[in-house]
Nanobody, 124 residues
Framework: QVRLVESGGGSVQAGGSLRLSCEVSGYTGSTYCMGWFRQAPGKEREGVARLYDTGYTNYGDSVKARFTISQDAAKYTLYLQMNSLKPEDTAMYYC??????????????????WGQGTQVTVSS
């Protein structure tokens, strides 16, 4: 059974930083999509950052140059380093994972496994 557990959320002032962690267990595929998503109250879920098994990453336009997705394969942990935080970054952040075929682009439908979420609140 695949399980994802996020941690690291909290409250921070604008301009501050946080690092989210996601411990992944039970996933055995060699090709995968991993990512961070967020959802603010009254808004649709938004893709924040994606990471492929190849190491390729991409980011949502609103977080480019401020957020960095990475993984520690030895620890089966996914990270999201968030710098220069803004009040509009306030949301519940979710870690997600899923399989992909070789050469397939990761889209939202690839993400079959989700964590419970961790709250990030940025005050002005």
């Amino acid at each position: 059974q695949v399980r994802l557990v996020e941690s690291g959320g909290g409250s921070v002032q604008a301009g501050g930083s946080l690092r989210l962690s996601c411990e992944v267990s039970g996933y055995t595929g060699s090709t995968y999509c991993m990512g961070w998503f967020r959802q603010a109250p009254g808004k649709e879920r938004e893709g924040v950052a994606r990471l492929y098994d190849t190491g390729y990453t991409n980011y949502g336009d609103s977080v480019k140059a401020r957020f960095t997705i990475s993984q520690d394969a030895a620890k089966y942990t996914l990270y999201l380093q968030m710098n220069s935080l803004k009040p509009e970054d306030t949301a519940m952040y979710y870690c997600a994972a899923g399989s992909r075929a070789w050469g397939e682009v990761c889209t939202n439908r690839n993400y079959n496994y989700w964590g419970q979420g961790t709250q990030v609140t940025v005050s002005s």
